[in-house]
């Protein structure tokens, strides 16, 4: 990009704002949007599908649902 040190100063900064969880949260979105792509859908469709992902509450299912999974693990 046209500045690396303000992206590495950004990148810090949003460390130290968003937990680990938020690293597991990107993987399983980068997941489902593969999943999204491959299916036949209107643009329309995937563009809904695909927003639905970066929604809050989105996040806050797959918390619950992360957590679900380890306590049944136990």
Do not use: C
Request: aromatic share 6%; proline share 4%.
């Amino acid at each position: 990009g046209n500045s690396p040190a303000i992206a590495a100063r950004l990148r810090q900064e949003l460390e130290k704002q968003f937990g680990p969880e938020w690293a597991d949260f990107l993987e399983h979105v980068g997941d489902m949007r593969r999943e999204i792509l491959k299916q036949d859908l209107t643009p329309e469709s995937r563009r809904e599908r695909l927003m639905q992902l970066a929604d809050v509450e989105e996040f806050g299912r797959f918390l619950r649902n992360r957590e679900q999974m380890r306590t049944n693990k136990r």
